[in-house]
């Protein structure tokens, strides 16, 4: 049962795993009438000026658990796109669906209008439709397409999007895709109802009269303010298995590799839901690119990618079998695959760790976790000191009362955040988190990724920002609504973001949830505002705004149109976590940034 | 005597009405995009982070200097939607009510069997239901509610059900409006106001008061907390007080305190959705009711031993 999607330069071979699971399944009452053929796990390939895709209903298994899939060109995930740098596409997109389908082509320039959001960028495609999204390709990188209809992406509707570079890159040997997701035999809008009807319906990890290291009067204070601090995923292993190239924890995927050689990994998070944790435990990981977009190179042991994002590596493992291990960030199961020089030889996974508390920090009291652990070990930042308003057992022991009020503290908002049932927390004291590893990882004994450790590797246009813009990330864990500035993308119809053309913009994402959230905007890339210095501030398509905390941006809005602008964790966006922004005028023909 | 008694039912729902105000009253009148409304000077919103956050130790501009009103005026030049010059303004329309249908306003429910049990008590062995479900969306529900319980061959004793709407009045609790039908001991109808929702301290409160069609007064206070001892293992004291306006002779009620359930269960909840139970429950009439019941030689209070099921789906 092992298989390798080994990728090298112009070709790749086909990952076609032969599940045994011929499991009789009964038709679901979403698919009678059809005949529904099993979805290969893995991909193919298509490349070239012009490509054809087909959306269609089939049955996925992995791991034990089998369901309905939406599968593209018959695989879950879909194809690998594979293009080039200054070369024009044509895709043709055929929906056999029952329902309007679409693809968003994630992280890519292009024409508004081929950007794939249904209701924003075009009508969508209806079934027994086929639409033709034609563009020229004007970036290299690591990418991905998914759904953006309904629920589709949860279901199998993603897949990776690779553009070589015009000029050819030296820098490895070997070239390797690990794309992230999940799979649940769950229907997605089922998962959605159990979100908002069900208390925590997918935790099995939190606290208990048993587990947990807070002392009784911690838990009390987050009892008083009715939060939970394992509140870290919504939807966990308990339902979704998670997957390498669609291949489950258990099915022995392999990245065969010579020993010496020099191997990029081109890591995408295209899961619905899910933070991953990536290491590949004794090798380390050279950073070359984050979102597509080449920075300057570092190393690191273990990174925490968001959903959506992608970030590029390079290793050079020596001979044997390494295990490389891609933990849910609440650490409710892993994906895994072998990095080996053996074929057929499984690496061990190292196991799962503890899972993973929410502390002061992550409720925006500034930097608070000082207390037990914190992050030592960047004098850049110390900064923060004069924002730290006592430690955290001070704050423990702080009066309830006024701990309580202080948490939702309205008159902290702007005049244009909604305050309401949509709403149960303002963070008291939000802080720029960009040095926060991520959930879980600013606690381990190795190198770990932090937005303030990308630079640009090619310097970006010095330009300063004429005008700030702050979004407030707001959000009810209880009642499962979450919004931007209080308003959730259906009360929002006809009131954008507005961008003038051309117009470069600071936008300060200001998180009043006790959740990180993967913030991306189509159609642009921005700045992220690090400390890198202006000029080599990392570009990205997606930024994760920590629980609590800051994230700051600048976008030069350089592409006309309407792009929508949301959180990647698709139940957010599906519960309202969306935006339109539109970039206007329209520049006349010849006019251009 | 009725206002007496409305007061503690006031202080019940205190948490969520607070909160609801401070967010309504303050906030209601300008719902308006900020962008369109650049009449005022841009009042930059200042936190006390932004002198110290990092990006300002590297970089060499300051947020705080920038303006942050509304974008230039080109930037509201048409058209209203860019697409419809390419796709038709018919087509992008019906996307649009789709895409906005599909992203907060998704209408959903359930149907909760909070208790379902057997009381073992000695000499009379009774059951029980306590049902409620919901349909709606975010803010507005629709709510039913069924309780009951009789004796094991015997005759059903009490039985009720209630229609509500459900309003969202704050992050926490729900206004519930709307109707109770008594169908045992006798038939009945209520009108029912309450408030139902999760407290500090992750109390599930549910309090309602209940004017029946011959003018009677009468409200419930209802609590429980899932303690989790494991996972899976959930034990859950709950307490639930009953209060009466006036005296009401034809049930053996007297004005004040009724009556008071009291009792733990330990669930197992081998799903979510599927979780049997053993308990012990105690019960009590209290107040002029317990008088009465003393008088007609009736038990005021006992012990039962509990056995059931809650389940929801």
Same mark, same amino acid.
């Given at each position: 049962m092992n298989s390798s999607p080994l990728i090298t330069r112009r070709n790749l071979i086909r990952s076609t795993v032969g599940l045994a699971a011929a499991s009789a399944v009964p038709l679901p009452a979403w698919a009678k009438g059809q005949s529904l053929t099993h979805a290969r796990q893995g991909f193919g390939e298509v490349s070239g000026e012009r490509i054809a895709l087909t959306v269609d209903s089939h049955h996925f298994g992995v791991g034990g658990r089998s369901g309905h899939a939406v599968a593209v060109n018959g695989t879950v995930p879909g194809p690998l796109v594979r293009l080039r740098e200054g070369q024009n596409v044509r895709i043709d997109v055929t929906n056999r669906l029952a329902e309007d389908t679409s693809i968003h082509w994630h992280g890519l320039l292009l024409p508004f209008q081929f950007d794939? #959001?249904?209701? #924003?960028?075009?009508?969508g495609i209806k079934p027994g439709e086929t639409f033709t999204y034609e563009f020229p390709i004007r970036q290299n990188g690591t990418y991905w397409w998914h759904s953006h209809s309904g629920l589709q992406e949860q279901e199998g509707h993603y897949g990776p999007l690779i553009i070589e570079s015009a000029t050819p890159d030296p820098r490895y040997d070997r070239d390797y895709v690990v794309l992230l997701s999940e799979f649940t035999p769950v229907h997605p809008h089922e998962i959605a109802r159990k979100l908002k009807v069900g208390e925590h319906y997918y935790n099995y990890q939190m606290q208990t009269a048993t587990e947990g290291e807070m002392s009784l009067e911690e838990r009390l204070m987050w009892g008083r303010m009715r939060?939970?601090?394992?509140?870290?995923?919504? #939807?966990?292993?308990?339902t979704y298995t998670f997957l390498i190239n669609g291949h489950g924890p258990m099915d022995g995927l392999e990245y065969l590799f010579t020993p010496g050689e020099r191997i990029r990994l081109r890591v995408i998070n295209g899961s619905a839901m899910t933070f991953f944790n990536i290491r590949i435990p004794g090798v380390p990981m050279t950073v070359i690119a984050a979102d597509g977009k080449d920075v300057e190179e570092f190393e690191v042991d273990e990174f925490q990618i968001g959903t959506a994002e992608t970030y590029d590596v390079i290793v050079t493992p020596p001979d044997g079998s390494h295990a490389l291990v891609a933990e849910a960030m609440d650490r409710s199961g892993m994906g895994v695959a072998s990095l080996t020089s053996h074929k057929g030889h499984r690496a061990a996974p190292p196991p799962l760790r503890e899972p993973v508390t929410l502390t002061m920090a992550d409720m925006g009291m500034g930097s608070m976790e000082g207390g037990e652990g914190g992050h030592g070990g960047h004098g850049g930042h110390d900064g923060h000191g004069g924002m730290n308003h006592g430690s955290g057992d001070a704050m423990a022991g702080m009066d309830h009362g006024s701990m309580d009020h202080s948490m939702r503290d309205t008159s902290k908002l702007p005049d244009n955040v909604k305050v309401g049932p949509g709403l149960d927390m303002v963070a008291p004291m939000p802080v720029d988190r960009m040095d926060f590893p991520g959930l879980g990882l600013d606690k381990v004994d190795h190198r770990v990724l932090r937005y303030t450790d990308l630079k640009a590797k090619r310097p970006n246009p010095h330009r300063m920002p004429t005008r700030q813009l702050e979004i407030h990330l707001t959000g009810n864990m209880e009642r499962y609504m979450w919004s931007f500035d209080g308003r959730k993308f259906s009360a929002v119809t006809d009131d954008p973001i507005r961008f003038a053309y051309d117009e470069r913009v600071r936008v300060k994402l200001v998180n009043d949830t006790m959740m990180a959230h993967p913030i991306h905007l189509h159609g642009h890339f921005f700045e992220l505002v690090?400390?890198?210095g202006m000029m080599n501030q990392p570009l990205k398509h997606t930024v994760v705004v920590q629980p609590g905390g800051t994230a700051t941006f600048d976008v030069t809005a350089n592409e006309p149109g309407d792009w929508a602008f949301h959180c990647h964790l698709l139940y957010h966006m599906h519960a309202g976590m969306m935006q339109t922004v539109t970039v206007r005028p329209f520049p006349k023909a010849g006019e251009g940034a | 005597m009725k206002t007496a008694l409305a007061l503690p039912l006031i202080l019940f729902a205190l948490p969520a009405a607070a909160q609801d105000h401070s967010g309504h009253t303050g906030h209601?009148?300008?719902?308006?995009?900020p962008a369109k409304a650049p009449a005022k000077a841009p009042a930059p919103f200042k936190l006390p982070d932004m002198t110290g956050a990092p990006q300002m130790d590297h970089s060499a501009h300051q947020v705080g200097d920038l303006p942050s009103g509304p974008p230039p005026a080109e930037a509201f030049e048409g058209p209203q939607h860019a697409a419809d010059a390419i796709f038709g303004a018919e087509a992008m329309a019906a996307a649009r009510a789709e895409n906005h249908a599909t992203h907060g306003e998704m209408k959903t429910g359930t149907v909760m069997v909070e208790r379902l049990e057997a009381r073992v008590a000695d000499g009379h062995d009774a059951f029980l239901w306590d049902v409620q479900g919901w349909y709606g969306g975010d803010i507005d529900k629709f709510v039913f509610k069924s309780e009951g319980e009789g004796e094991f061959g015997g005759s059903i004793e009490d039985a009720e059900l209630q229609a509500l709407w459900g309003h969202a009045i704050g992050p926490f609790f729900d206004l519930q409006a709307g109707v109770r039908l008594d169908v045992e001991p006798e038939t009945r109808s209520h009108l029912v106001l309450g408030v139902q929702g999760l407290a500090p301290y992750m109390w599930h409160v549910d309090a309602a008061a209940f004017l029946s069609d011959r003018g009677d007064i009468t409200a419930r206070v209802e609590g429980e907390y899932d303690w989790k001892l494991t996972q899976r293992l959930i034990l859950q004291p709950r307490a639930e007080l009953e209060l009466s306006a006036q005296d009401i002779p034809e049930r053996d009620i007297g004005a004040g305190l009724t009556k008071l359930e009291t009792g733990v269960r330990l669930r197992y909840e081998f799903a979510r959705e599927f979780a049997p139970y053993v308990g012990v429950g105690y019960e009590a009439k209290l107040g002029e009711t317990a008088d009465i019941a003393r008088l007609a030689g009736e038990d005021t209070d006992g012990i039962a031993l509990l056995l059931g099921l809650r389940a929801w789906f």
């Open positions: 794939g #959001v249904p209701g #924003v960028s075009f009508p939060m939970n601090p394992r509140d870290i995923s919504d #939807v966990t292993g308990a690090n400390g890198a | 209601e009148g300008h719902t308006e995009e």
